[in-house]
């Protein structure tokens, strides 16, 4: 069976209505390299637009 060796950043909310926060956490219990980061709010999920 193949081993991941990538890191992985994990961004999860609370409020997100599609993905648990629960089921990030599990992610990176799985995961060796993986780091989980909360966000307050979806709004610091923007991306800012360059230029």
């Given at each position: 069976?193949?081993?991941?060796?990538?890191?992985?950043?994990?961004?999860?909310h609370h409020r997100d209505?599609?993905?648990?926060?629960?089921?990030?956490d599990m992610l990176v219990?799985?995961?060796?390299?993986?780091?989980?980061?909360?966000?307050?709010?979806?709004?610091?999920?923007?991306?800012?637009?360059?230029?």
């Amino acid at each position: 069976m193949p081993v991941l060796d990538n890191a992985l950043l994990a961004i999860g909310h609370h409020r997100d209505p599609t993905h648990p926060f629960s089921a990030s956490d599990m992610l990176v219990r799985e995961l060796p390299k993986a780091r989980l980061v909360r966000a307050s709010s979806i709004l610091e999920l923007r991306v800012p637009r360059s230029g």
